[in-house]
Nanobody
Framework: QLQLVESGGGLVQTGGSLRLSCAAS????????IGWFRQAPGKEREGVSC????????NYLDSVKGRFTISRDNAKNTAYLQMNSLKPEDTAIYYC?????????????????????WGQGTQVTVSS
């Protein structure tokens, strides 16, 4: 059974850092592009970052560029989102999601509709 489990969320002060993990089980992450999304109370889910299947292409939401870094470790079947210089507006539930891609695909999009498997989310709260 395909499962994604996020971890690493928590409460942090403005300017602090967190590293989110997305552990995959029941399937091999190698075959998938990975996205991180977030949803704040009363707001729509938005794409934060994504990484292509081979890790050769990444994309970021403009507001997190230079602060967040996405990565993947296929040997550990895990993806990461390193978040630095956190701001109160980064407060949200963060989700990872995957979509299967062809072997040479460099496709990586921030549209949630492109992804077909999702984790349960991890809460990130940034205090001012």
């Amino acid at each position: 059974q395909l499962q994604l489990v996020e971890s690493g969320g928590g409460l942090v002060q403005t300017g602090g850092s967190l590293r989110l993990s997305c552990a995959a089980s029941g399937f091999t992450l190698d075959y998938y592009a990975i996205g991180w999304f977030r949803q704040a109370p009363g707001k729509e889910r938005e794409g934060v970052s994504c990484i292509s299947r081979r890790g050769s292409n990444t994309n970021y939401l403009d507001s997190v560029k230079g602060r967040f870094t996405i990565s993947r470790d296929n040997a550990k079947n895990t993806a990461y989102l390193q978040m630095n210089s956190l701001k109160p507006e980064d407060t949200a539930i963060y989700y990872c999601a995957v979509v299967q891609r062809s072997p040479l695909s460099r496709v990586c999009v921030l549209s949630s509709g492109q992804y077909d498997s999702w984790g349960q989310g991890t809460q990130v709260t940034v205090s001012s």
